[in-house]
């Protein structure tokens, strides 16, 4: 998997693999945009309806594992965590690593809205909020 994700340019890293994050890999796959996913606690559904070609089983809160994922070469990251903080540091670690990322993150409460922006998201959902 490691020599796939390397030889990956320009595509998109997904942080978190719950409802969210398998929407926004969906709309990818449809499009025929290379995604990475990145997921901490499980391993892809097998039974999603699309493949999952880049798999990280890792957090995404770690340079490490952004770094594994290709950040340097990515056009952009969605973070889906379920925790604002986490969204928070995953947006921080990614604009430190890749200044010109375009960013789209996930937020639970009104008050993150802004300090994600702040901290470089280019967009914020609030799923929540939309729902």
Known sequence: MDNKIDHLNNHVIICGFGRNGKESAQILFNNKIPFVVVEEKREPDTALGFEVKHYLKGDATKDEVLIEAGINKARALISTLPVDADNLFVVLSAKQLNPHISIISRA??????????????????????IG
């Open 108 to 129: 639970s409460q009104d008050s993150s809205v802004n300090k994600l922006k702040i901290a470089g998201a280019s967009n914020v959902i609030m799923p929540d909020k």
